[in-house]
């Protein structure tokens, strides 16, 4: 079986996870005809288990015609595999949909739940900010403080991050982090808390951080125009 028979769209919390019709067509052993004729037969049960939906989109073949291709989530992908006739090969598939959905499932929910436990160190993070004599300017210096924890935790900008994982207007960054991405972030940030509670200013913080090191390198594809240190 291949690496890939489930998809996310982005890193985000709540993303959905799914399959296509062209997978499960594909490594089912099924032409793609007849599984849109499964799902075209069985549509109004696919969408129920879709909560009311059912995507799709069209998709070039190798004839150059177009290709209605579902979008079946968890949900919608397990009803319609019932449906297949269980040869050694269906069965197989069916197995490692069900694993990776799974996995996915598994690691969407980790995410939620440090996202979730983030939201207090922030809370931290800003009234130490904010108590700390060395700061004057709260709303700037978290900006700031912020800036420097994800340096440190990541290694990466915050800001070429957000570029990296499309972030969306009015969402967090923290939202589109793996988890052990967000466990090094966390770290930092609760160091850093300390650090503030102690009444250190911005130059001794990153000192300190410096000593430690990143804590989690997170490596971002090289764009044209980047410039490429060493």
């Not at 436990?117 to 403080?145: E, R, V």
């Not at 130059?203 to 951080?209: D, M, T």
Request: glycine fraction near 4%; aromatic fraction near 10%; avoid cysteine.
């Amino acid at each position: 079986m291949p690496e890939k028979l489930v998809f996310i769209d982005s890193q985000q919390v709540n993303e959905q996870p799914y399959t296509t019709s062209d997978v499960i067509a594909e490594y089912a052993g099924i032409s793609h005809h007849g599984i849109n004729v499964e799902v075209k037969k069985h549509f109004d049960r696919i969408k129920r288990a879709g909560h009311g939906k059912a995507s799709f989109k069209m998709k070039p073949s190798p004839s150059g015609q177009k290709l209605k291709v579902f979008l079946l989530t968890e949900q919608q992908a397990t009803l319609l595999i019932t449906f297949l006739k269980n040869t050694p090969r269906v069965a197989d598939f069916k197995e490692a949909l069900v694993q990776q959905f799974f996995e996915i499932r598994r690691e969407l929910i980790r995410q939620q739940v440090l996202f979730d436990a983030g939201k207090t160190i922030s809370k931290d993070l800003n009234q130490a900010i904010y108590d700390n004599s060395n700061f004057t300017h709260p709303p700037f210096d978290y900006i700031n403080m912020n800036k420097l924890i994800y340096q440190y935790a990541l290694g990466v900008s915050s800001t070429k991050l957000k570029r990296e994982r499309h972030v969306k207007i009015g969402h967090s960054l923290t939202e589109y982090l793996a988890t052990d991405e967000a466990q090094a972030y966390q770290k930092v940030k609760f160091q850093v808390v300390t650090m503030l509670q102690m009444n250190l200013d911005h130059a001794s913080i990153k000192q300190a951080l410096d000593k430690q090191g990143i804590l989690y390198q997170v490596t971002l594809p090289v764009k044209k125009g980047d410039v490429i240190n060493g």
